[in-house]
């Protein structure tokens, strides 16, 4: 449930110290940064992007992202874009702590990438804190085994930095699990797992867009217009692949969607994908609330149990549609992101009537501008309620809109923290024209 509504909003989310490690400050009160307090340095003199969350539960102990701005930490001089990982505070609510590159070299000084680096992914789960961080990079200086300026997949662990994609050409759309035993990502047209343990690679399937199960035992893709997941597992020590390929974008009467189906994600324990779809077949006799897909091709936001041990026994539900209200999304949805147990979803939507209750009037002032959406599902109730949490403050509704198009939008294990990109200029920074930033809203919580 969501328990509270206090806003965080942080924006050029690298405030920095002038010497050292950089700091985020941030109180959980009802608050806005637009730009970070003076004795922080200046705000970001470069675009960030892809802001992700590590699976440690509420704690949220890290906070991860890519930039190509070089005032973030001292001695950054290679002039690309690169990782930064916020190691946060135990406060809930409280975004405080260091900002450290890792996209460098093995060592605690290891040589900064000589090549652009970006969409980390972090560990940590329900019962583990984060140790980890996977990335893509061009860099051709961070393992020994690496000399081309191709994508490659790289793990940090510690100061260590790993090559995880050996042998492969643009290796991209990496995943790891909690544990840091495995990573997913695409390369040359094929879906693979990397055992971090034994340094051995798993091909998975003809696929691309790969995203894993936070307990390393499945991961979903794309091929042919269409969502499909497969089980893996280590027997002996080593890996291999489990059962059959399921189709996910399907009807219950087994029918593949008849639009294409994209950008999957998996929850923790392999129960829901959540993907969004131009298909208009997937409700039929299934969604709550919804039979018959009345936008016709605007995409919409998909969720899909898979799984008989799934909490629910639904087959299908519509996250671009308020139960409460009546209300198909009236544009499109898409780039889903999904919580742990996969009861939250937040998506990027251009829907202007999206509301979760007839009380809110002004539903959505800033009109076709893509907003930041949040579906809520939990599983006493059993439907969906969809509220616009891209917002400058406020709660239930109230807060100003956001001004400009979000993309990309995250979501921690629990959902108290949302992120999302957009136009740093959006929530008052003075950044130049075209810099974007990445954001964060605190849900609430205990």
């Known amino acids: ?6 806003t965080l909003l942080v924006a050029g989310i690298a405030a920095v110290c002038a010497a050292g490690a950089g700091a985020i400050v941030a109180t959980e009160r009802t608050t806005r940064v637009a730009s970070p307090p003076p004795e922080n340095g200046p705000a970001a003199n470069g675009p960030s992007d892809h802001i992700t969350f ?15 701005a070089s005032n973030l930490v001292r001695g950054d001089t290679n002039g690309v874009r690169d990782i930064f990982v916020i190691r946060r505070g135990s406060r ?11 996209s460098m070299a093995t060592g605690r000084n290891g040589a900064q990438a000589n090549g652009p680096s970006q969409r980390p992914s972090l560990g940590g789960d329900v019962r583990r804190a984060p140790r980890c961080v996977a990335f893509e990079s061009r860099a051709t200086n961070l393992a020994s085994a690496d000399t081309s300026p191709d994508w490659d997949v790289y793990v940090r662990i510690g100061n260590r930095t ?6 492969l050409t643009d290796a991209q759309n990496v995943a790891v699990d909690g544990r840091c035993r495995t990573v997913t990502f695409e ?7 990397r055992d971090l343990v034994r340094n051995r690679t798993l091909r998975i399937a003809r696929g691309s867009d790969p995203d894993q199960q936070t307990n390393g035992k499945g991961v979903v893709y794309v091929r042919g217009n269409q969502v499909y997941h497969r089980r893996f597992e280590r027997v002996r020590g080593q890996l291999r692949r489990r059962g059959r390929e ?14 294409a189906s994209r950008n999957p994600v998996a929850d923790d324990n392999g129960h829901y994908v959540a993907f969004d779809s131009a298909a208009t077949n997937l409700c039929v006799r299934a969604c709550r609330g919804v039979s018959r897909d009345r936008n016709g091709r605007t995409r919409d ?4 149990t898979i799984s008989r041990r799934a909490p629910t026994r639904d087959y299908m539900q519509m996250a671009s549609y308020s139960h409460p209200v009546r209300a198909q999304g009236n544009g499109d949805s898409h780039s889903p992101a999904m919580s742990g147990a996969g009861e939250i979803i937040v998506f990027v939507s251009e829907a202007t009537n999206l509301r979760e ?14 907003d930041v959406f949040f579906w809520n599902f939990p599983r006493g109730r059993g439907y969906g309620a969809v509220s616009r949490e891209s917002r400058t403050n406020g709660s239930r509704g109230s807060g100003q809109p956001w001004p400009a198009p979000v993309r990309n939008p995250a979501i921690s294990n629990k959902a108290n923290y949302l992120g999302w990109t957009s136009d740093a200029r959006a929530a008052g920074a003075t950044s130049p024209p075209g810099i974007e930033d990445v954001f964060i809203r605190f849900m609430g919580g205990r």
């Open 1 to 6: 449930m969501r328990l509270g509504f206090l």
């Open 54 to 68: 590590s699976g440690d539960e509420r704690k949220t102990r890290w906070v991860a992202f890519d930039s190509e």
């Open 92 to 102: 809930l609510g409280r975004l405080h702590g260091e900002v450290v590159r890792v």
């Open 162 to 167: 790993r090559l995880a994609s050996p042998g």
């Open 187 to 193: 390369a040359g047209g094929f879906v693979w797992v």
């Open 246 to 259: 399921l189709l996910v974008s399907r009807n219950r009467r087994g029918r593949p969607g008849n639009g």
């Open 301 to 304: 936001v998909f969720r899909r």
């Open 357 to 370: 209750s007839r009380g809110i009037r002004r539903v959505d002032p800033n009109g076709r501008i893509a």
